[in-house]
């Protein structure tokens, strides 16, 4: 039995370069003119008072172009009459693979249907990945993400924490994208009971 | 005698002060410039904060510089365990001075004559008397061969640098200094003779003034036009003499970490940079002196501007002074901006490929150079 050998397929494109490459000098100045003309035109637009960069000078400047649905600052929704929605059930600080979410939990004997409130809530955002399964965890759609990016960055970590006068500043007449939900019929709730 | 005292002091601290500022300046201008040119800001952070208010001063990150330098100074000094401490120590030191030194015969400037600068002020006037300065440092005769002494010194101290450092990686990037830098010294004083043979003086100031004329009735007399391809060799081989991409294989960060100066930090560490950096102004200053006419101005000589058309346009010492300054530091910026441009736009050769590049493309094209400019100034006497 005699054994032929194949031959081999080749995946890659042969390196193939004429006189002209091969003089090297004119494809380094096309090259220099190319990176020189992008230069020049970005001087130009800085000049002009344009914006010669793709990128954003970040905490001054975000983008414009976020997602619709974007996972940015954590928020929580507010009973009508500015209450935090939140009953303190902990399943979102269960559910958090990083660990960052801390709650207190209160008791209020002044609204008997939820008597349980969050006395303490915060987010510790140096460590936060913002995967967003808080909330889907949570069962009062009580704490969601709006399409703001948090104001992050800080040279002290002892800022980075989103604490609850700030979660409760969520304004839900402004956002028309994710509105408050409708009341129910029959009165605000744990009103006259 | 204490006049040439002064002029001179007054000189070498001119020179100093611009070859540290452009040293520092140009750290910026390679960061912003890279920047700009791959569609980014560039480093915009630091910054000054007038004290007991609250301006920051952010100067498009002009202090970048000057934090990095306080950041190098204050590092710790990390020594590993060598053999020869002493050698390395000096190391740094032997590469950083000779670029210095370099610049003492480069003429930054034309004919100095104080008496007719202080005219208003008779008695510095009187105490100067007629003589006149040439405006560098030291006008010597070899000029140019002083330039390739001193250039030469530097690579003694990257291999001294890389043997001292007890690191293979250092000894690496050492043997690859000492290869490459050799083998473009020569390339560079190849392309530099066939200016030689032109001008017929090593010079630097003579050199200068030849450049000062006419060529054709309309261009300016420069080297640059005269020698058009010694011009982009020469400046090909000192871009590899300063071991920059693409020519940056002694400090290749993805094969040496850092090269022959691996085992340095700090302030030592950062001297290697700060002569890197210097070392391109210098580069800069020495292809304005060889190639673009030094300090000069077309069509401009020491009494003023003479136009084309036969236009006289007299202009007094203080301000000619002036300009001719101006001119030789804007000269080389352009040239210290195009080094960068070179060096964001390249990629970085293989080792041999250096070398192949080096003996068996650019010297022959020297030679060539140099024989067609031999029997082109030969028939032309």
Redesign the interface.
């Given at each position: 039995m005699s054994y032929t050998a194949r031959p081999r397929k080749q995946y890659w494109n042969e390196p193939e370069m004429g006189w002209w490459e091969r003089v090297y000098l004119p494809e380094i100045l096309r090259g220099l003119a190319i990176t020189g003309g992008v230069f020049t035109r970005n001087m130009w637009r800085w000049m002009t008072g344009r914006k010669g960069a793709l990128t954003t000078y970040y905490p001054e400047e975000t983008r414009a172009d976020y997602a619709r649905n974007n996972r940015g600052k954590h928020i929580l929704t507010q009973r009508p009459d500015g209450r935090p929605q939140c009953v303190a059930c902990n399943m979102c600080a269960t559910v958090c693979p990083a660990q960052v979410i801390e709650i207190d939990a209160a008791f209020d004997p002044a609204d008997p249907d939820h008597p349980k409130y969050p006395s303490r809530f915060e987010i510790d955002y140096s460590r936060c990945i913002f995967c967003g399964l808080c909330v889907e965890a949570c069962p009062e759609d009580a704490i969601r993400m709006v399409k703001v990016v948090p104001d992050l960055p800080s040279g002290d970590r002892g800022r980075m924490w989103l604490t609850l006068p700030e979660l409760l500043s969520w304004s839900p007449a402004a956002d028309v994208g994710k509105p408050y939900p409708p009341r129910p019929a029959g009165g605000p709730p744990g009103g006259e009971h | 005698m204490i006049q040439d005292l002064v002029v001179h002091l007054v000189y070498i601290g001119y020179a100093l002060t611009v070859l540290l500022l452009f040293g520092t300046v140009l750290t910026w201008v390679e960061r912003k410039?890279a920047?700009?040119?791959?569609?980014?800001?560039g480093a915009?952070r630091a910054y000054i904060r007038i004290p007991f208010t609250r301006v920051k001063l952010i100067w498009w990150g002009l202090f970048h510089g000057m934090a990095d330098g306080l950041k190098m100074i204050v590092k710790e000094d990390w020594k590993p365990a060598v053999y020869d401490k002493f050698a390395y120590a000096l190391a740094p030191w032997i590469v950083f001075t000779p670029i210095l030194l370099v610049f003492a015969v480069i003429p930054f400037g034309g004919a100095l004559e104080p008496a007719k600068l202080f005219a208003g002020i008779p008695a510095v006037a009187q105490w100067f008397g007629e003589k006149t300065y040439q405006m560098q440092i030291a006008q010597l005769d070899g000029g140019l061969l002083i330039v390739f002494a001193f250039g030469g010194i530097s690579v003694i101290g990257a291999m001294l640098a890389g043997w001292s450092s007890s690191n293979k990686y250092s000894m690496l990037g050492a043997l690859r200094a000492g290869g490459q830098m050799i083998s473009y010294e020569l390339v560079m004083g190849l392309t530099v003779l066939g200016l030689i043979l032109i001008y017929g003086t090593f010079d630097l100031t003579a050199i200068v003034q030849h450049q000062s004329g006419i060529l054709l009735g309309f261009l300016p007399a420069w080297g640059v036009f005269y020698q058009p391809f010694a011009a982009?060799l020469f400046m090909a081989a000192a871009i590899a003499e300063n071991k920059r991409i693409p020519f940056d294989l002694p400090e290749a960060e993805s094969e040496l970490i850092a090269g022959f100066y691996t085992e340095y930090s700090a302030m030592k560490m950062g001297l290697f940079m700060f002569a890197e950096f210097i070392e391109i102004a210098i580069i800069g200053a020495l292809f304005t002196t060889l190639f673009l006419g030094g300090y000069n101005l077309p069509y401009m000589s020491d009494a003023g501007f003479l136009l084309p058309g036969g236009h006289e346009i007299p202009l007094p010492h203080g301000v000619v002074v002036v300009i001719q300054l101006v001119t030789f530091l804007v000269k080389v910026l352009v040239m210290s901006s195009f080094q960068i441009?070179?060096r964001?736009?390249?990629p970085r050769f293989r080792y041999d490929q250096v070398l192949m590049f080096a003996w068996k493309?650019m010297l022959p094209l020297a030679l060539a150079n140099l024989t067609v400019t031999v029997v082109a100034v030969w028939l032309l006497q």
């Open positions: - | 410039q920047a700009v040119m791959s569609d980014r800001i915009n982009t441009l070179i964001w736009s390249l493309f």
